[in-house]
């Protein structure tokens, strides 16, 4: 067995001392040393140490910044992914939903006319007639909004409320009848034209209006759409922040780096120069530099 000298001074022999330069600095002890220059510069002016301690400042902020980016792009994932779970359940419901619920009701709105007809056989005051046409347009709009409710969840109640809908309608025109008959215009057999012309125009409102019902998305979709429109918005607000404290911190960063300069130039060579401006860059960012 070979005792301990004699295996060190092998080591000697087979691993001789490499000729040294001057200030080298190894890198695992790089920060060190620009630590030590740091401290240097820092205590050679006020000003040094203020723009030093206003960069590292901003190296904060820039990594709390960050830290509320990647949180809100997680959070616009999950609701991104929520919002392609929700129309998947439904994809025949691809209608953005208030759009859709605005056009049902100016659909409806057009039976106004003919329900102030109808209104008008009841023989009433003038507000009682726009009351009764109200109440008319009111069970217009119940009834296509339970066509739409239970489509998909109770087909025989669905059948049900439509052929009340239907008679509701008929008798709407019953009334209109009654009130042009009434009026006399045109004689009985004109009363009637006018009367079924505008029954089917309030059938074909309704139907329109349902249909465009149909293809509204749901409220759970709508509730995802909206949160995903939201985390949008707050993750392009976190990205403003962090892309503005990133160009402030890189400023004063490269600030301090254009003043230390000329102190790192007198005490490295050319060669070892950019390795500790590197490492200052990375101290003065937060980084770890790149070995």
């Known amino acids: ?43 050679s002016s ?18 709390q910044a960050a830290e ?20 998947a359940k439904q994809p025949d419901r691809w209608a953005p939903r208030p759009r859709q619920w605005l056009f049902a009701a100016g659909a409806l709105a057009l039976d106004g006319v003919a329900c102030v007809f109808a209104a008008e056989a009841l023989d009433g005051s003038q507000l009682e007639t726009y009351g009764w046409a109200g109440l008319f347009l009111a069970l217009l709009a119940a009834g ?21 809908l239907g008679a509701f309608i008929v008798l709407l025109g019953v009334l209109r009848f009654a ?15 006018a009367a079924a012309l505008f029954t089917v ?9 349902y249909r465009l019902l149909r293809v509204a998305e749901t409220s759970q979709t709508w509730q995802a759409r909206r949160a995903r429109r939201d ?6 607000a976190a990205r403003r922040r962090l892309a503005a404290s990133t160009a402030r911190r890189d400023r004063l ?21 950019p390795l500790m401006e590197r490492a200052l860059m990375a101290h003065l960012t937060g980084q770890e530099m790149s070995r």
């Open 201 to 209: 125009a309030t059938a074909g409102f309704v139907i329109a209006g």
């Open 231 to 236: 985390r949008a918005r707050v993750l392009a």
């Open 46 to 63: 006020q000003a040094h140490e203020d723009l030093w301690s206003d960069t590292r400042q901003a190296t904060d902020v820039v990594t």
């Open 68 to 87: 509320q980016t990647a949180a809100a792009e997680a959070a616009r994932e999950d609701a991104e992914l929520t919002y392609r779970a929700e129309r």
């Open 253 to 273: 960063a490269h600030a301090y780096l254009g003043r230390i300069r000329s102190q790192l130039a007198r005490g490295y060579s050319a060669s070892e120069l």
């Open 179 to 193: 009130f042009l008959a009434t009026v006399g215009y045109g004689g009985d057999l004109a009363a009637l034209v």
């Open 144 to 164: 296509e909004l339970a066509l739409d409710h239970y489509r998909d969840t109770h087909r025989v109640l669905c059948r049900w409320i439509t052929g009340a």
């Open 1 to 43: 067995m070979i005792s301990k000298p004699a295996r060190q001074a092998r080591t000697t022999k087979q691993s001789p001392a490499l000729p040294s330069l001057a200030h080298e600095v190894p890198p695992p002890d790089r920060a060190v040393a620009v630590m030590a220059e740091v401290l240097a510069f820092n205590g």
